[in-house]
């Protein structure tokens, strides 16, 4: 399924950049991730949990961020697998600044599921990946509010 859009976020392109580099902060960002280690130079070992139509649990795998151009894009790549399937992502994220107050962030990629996941999968990924964009960014513009004011 590919996935695209872009929106606005009230916030500098740095600021955002380190956000999005931050291993404290991703967690809080990004939509079911429960535990984020760094393994190396822009890879992580994640766990994921999620609840995916009539199918809840725990994804583990890798991410890792390739094509870095600094404060400006990365493309993130995510594997992730339980019992019942594989989730693979394929996101490049790139930030455009606006004023000094504000930055369009436009991401565009490819998710595919396999195993036992696919076949219940298919008929909801479309929703669940629209209400999962939606909380990323709910989220963010919270974490961007949090550390304006200092709480």
Do not use: C
Request: net charge negative; aromatic share 6%; hydrophobic share 35%.
């Amino acid at each position: 399924m590919e996935l695209k859009g872009k929106r606005n976020v009230e916030t500098d392109p740095t600021t955002l950049w380190n956000m999005l580099m931050d291993v404290e902060i991703l967690p809080k960002i990004v939509p079911g991730i429960s535990k984020l280690e760094k393994t190396g130079e822009n890879t992580y070992k994640s766990t994921l949990e999620v609840k995916f139509g009539p199918v809840s649990g725990e994804f583990t795998g890798d991410m890792q961020m390739e094509d870095i151009s600094d404060q400006r894009s990365f493309t993130l790549k995510a594997q992730q697998h339980n019992k019942i399937g594989t989730v693979n992502s394929v996101m490049k994220i790139e930030l455009m600044p606006i004023s000094n107050k504000e930055t369009e962030v436009t991401f565009g990629g490819e998710v595919t599921i396999s195993g036992m996941m696919s076949m219940i999968g298919q008929k909801v990924l479309g929703g669940v990946t629209d209400m999962l964009t939606k909380q990323f960014f709910a989220n963010l513009d919270n974490e961007i509010a949090r550390q304006q004011t200092g709480k």
